[in-house]
């Protein structure tokens, strides 16, 4: 791609995380890149393309997260599943606060994106399944219960970013975010699990900033 | 209020849930009443003194949710609760939905919301702590456990409408809504709290999750 692509869907994509995808235009978009409007049509006819773009790049990132060969055995591997979807959503944080507008103005892409939350819904709750069969985690409480964990798990990564704008407060940082989710997990975990935890992801925890803290 | 003021708010609500806040105007409104714009501007001359009247009833809604010296000693209080909230989701939806909108353009009314969030929020978390020591709920096994429950189960309730529309899981249903609310505090019962759920919850979620006939 060239360098003047690039710079247009960088200077996009923060506009639209910084102001929202409705209220960015053409011109502001030509003005961060520092190229005329005349340009930026010649690379892109319409705000409507580098949308489109921009949901091509989040998808490269988003197929291999949810791809079913995805393996993660242990927990640290769910960990790591973590920082991916935090780096996601750190990055591309328009996709996660406008989805309303998104599907309202962009159907089309809207209908990809529902079939990524069913596909991570049912991943997650397929991990847990699979650690049932490891020990790491207790059978089900109740029929389907671990599905309705799973969604919940999906909501609180789609709506972290929103979240502080809800509260008022700062975006908390990739350690709430981790223990908001691990959270759901610990109540589950066998003595195995418990143990495995402590080892490996409560250590992981502590090597972030302890400065930070649940508000 | 008078007639026609109650029509023009019902109208309006029933616009800003259905189009979102931003796209509704005074014409709509107008047209959904059933009156002149005219005559709507002689009752609320902006956009704006809708947004305050609808505010208004918001508060009388919200507060005695909120009150401090609401006590739900028992679970079933708490189910209770869960309905309110559930009517609250329903009848306001765009209070839940339109939050950019509302800061961008309304904010007195948003900084009431974030006002009502913190109260919301620790009212939640106090419920919790109250039912640990009551021995409802086992002692929590991780520091912070129960305030981060508390966050996730605010975070259930505030964002449920907008994942509805947003996964596209079909109609909006109160027995889903209490279900996922009632699966975080599951792991956690002791015997006798689970005893108490199971005798006095599960029937009634039971109950409303039969579907409408």
């Given at each position: 791609?060239?360098?003047?692509?690039?710079?247009?869907?960088?200077?996009?994509?923060?506009?639209?995380?910084?102001?929202?995808?409705?209220?960015?235009?053409?011109?502001?978009?030509?003005?961060?890149?520092?190229?005329?409007?005349?340009?930026?049509?010649?690379?892109?006819?319409?705000?409507?393309?580098?949308?489109?773009k921009i949901d091509e790049d989040l998808?490269?990132?988003?197929?291999?997260?949810?791809?079913?060969?995805?393996?993660?055995?242990?927990?640290?591997?769910?960990?790591?599943?973590?920082?991916?979807?935090?780096?996601?959503?750190r990055n591309y944080s328009f996709y996660?606060?406008?989805?309303?507008?998104?599907?309202?103005?962009?159907?089309?892409?809207?209908?990809?994106?529902?079939?990524?939350?069913?596909?991570?819904?049912?991943?997650?709750?397929?991990?847990?399944?699979?650690?049932?069969?490891?020990?790491?985690?207790?059978?089900?409480?109740?029929?389907?219960?671990?599905?309705?964990?799973?969604?919940t798990i999906w909501m609180v990564i789609?709506?972290?970013?929103?979240?502080?704008?809800?509260?008022?407060?700062?975006?908390?940082?990739?350690?709430?975010?981790?223990?908001?989710?691990?959270?759901?997990?610990?109540?589950?975990?066998?003595?195995?699990?418990?143990?495995?935890?402590?080892?490996?992801?409560?250590?992981?925890?502590?090597?972030?900033?302890?400065?930070?803290?649940?508000? | 209020?008078?007639?026609?003021?109650?029509?023009?708010?019902?109208?309006?609500?029933?616009?800003?849930?259905?189009?979102?806040?931003?796209?509704?105007?005074?014409?709509?409104?107008?047209?959904?009443?059933?009156?002149?714009?005219?005559?709507?501007?002689?009752?609320?001359?902006?956009?704006?003194?809708?947004?305050?009247?609808?505010?208004?009833?918001?508060?009388?809604?919200?507060?005695?949710?909120?009150?401090?010296?609401?006590?739900?000693?028992?679970?079933?209080?708490?189910?209770?609760?869960?309905?309110?909230?559930?009517?609250?989701?329903?009848?306001?939806?765009?209070?839940?939905?339109?939050?950019?909108?509302?800061?961008?353009?309304?904010?007195?009314?948003?900084?009431?919301?974030?006002?009502?969030?913190?109260?919301?929020?620790?009212?939640?978390?106090?419920?919790?702590?109250?039912?640990?020591?009551?021995?409802?709920?086992?002692?929590?096994?991780?520091?912070?456990?129960?305030?981060?429950?508390?966050?996730?189960?605010?975070?259930?309730?505030?964002?449920?409408?907008?994942?509805?529309?947003?996964?596209?899981?079909?109609?909006?249903?109160?027995?889903?809504?209490?279900?996922?609310?009632?699966?975080?505090?599951?792991?956690?019962?002791?015997?006798?709290?689970?005893?108490?759920?199971?005798?006095?919850?599960?029937?009634?979620?039971?109950?409303?999750?039969?579907?409408?006939?």
């Amino acid at each position: 791609m060239s360098q003047t692509k690039l710079k247009i869907l960088d200077a996009a994509l923060y506009l639209f995380n910084t102001y929202g995808l409705i209220n960015v235009r053409l011109q502001h978009i030509a003005d961060e890149a520092g190229i005329s409007v005349g340009n930026l049509a010649y690379h892109y006819y319409a705000k409507e393309a580098i949308v489109k773009k921009i949901d091509e790049d989040l998808s490269k990132l988003l197929i291999p997260i949810i791809s079913e060969n995805r393996f993660f055995p242990s927990l640290i591997d769910f960990d790591n599943q973590l920082a991916r979807y935090y780096h996601m959503l750190r990055n591309y944080s328009f996709y996660f606060l406008d989805l309303l507008e998104l599907k309202r103005a962009y159907p089309k892409l809207y209908r990809k994106r529902e079939v990524y939350i069913k596909k991570i819904i049912h991943q997650i709750e397929n991990w847990f399944c699979f650690n049932v069969e490891r020990g790491l985690i207790i059978p089900e409480i109740r029929p389907k219960h671990y599905q309705v964990i799973a969604h919940t798990i999906w909501m609180v990564i789609t709506f972290w970013m929103t979240k502080p704008l809800d509260k008022g407060i700062p975006e908390e940082g990739e350690r709430i975010f981790k223990e908001v989710v691990w959270s759901q997990v610990l109540p589950y975990l066998t003595d195995t699990g418990r143990l495995e935890f402590d080892l490996m992801i409560e250590r992981l925890l502590d090597s972030y900033n302890p400065e930070y803290e649940v508000k | 209020m008078k007639a026609t003021p109650q029509k023009i708010i019902n109208a309006a609500v029933s616009l800003f849930n259905q189009f979102g806040l931003a796209n509704v105007r005074l014409q709509h409104i107008a047209d959904k009443t059933g009156i002149s714009v005219g005559n709507l501007a002689y009752h609320f001359p902006k956009k704006a003194s809708i947004i305050r009247q609808i505010d208004q009833d918001l508060e009388k809604v919200i507060e005695p949710l909120l009150s401090n010296e609401l006590t739900f000693p028992h679970l079933i209080d708490f189910d209770n609760q869960l309905s309110c909230y559930y009517a609250l989701l329903n009848n306001y939806t765009f209070y839940f939905l339109d939050l950019l909108e509302m800061e961008r353009a309304f904010p007195v009314m948003h900084i009431k919301r974030k006002k009502y969030i913190q109260r919301m929020v620790g009212q939640i978390g106090a419920w919790i702590r109250h039912h640990e020591k009551n021995g409802i709920f086992q002692p929590q096994i991780r520091p912070n456990q129960y305030r981060i429950l508390g966050h996730t189960i605010w975070m259930i309730i505030t964002f449920w409408m907008t994942q509805q529309k947003v996964s596209n899981t079909g109609k909006s249903n109160e027995g889903t809504f209490k279900e996922t609310v009632w699966n975080q505090f599951l792991p956690i019962f002791t015997p006798v709290g689970l005893m108490e759920y199971e005798a006095i919850i599960l029937p009634q979620l039971k109950l409303v999750n039969m579907p409408d006939l």
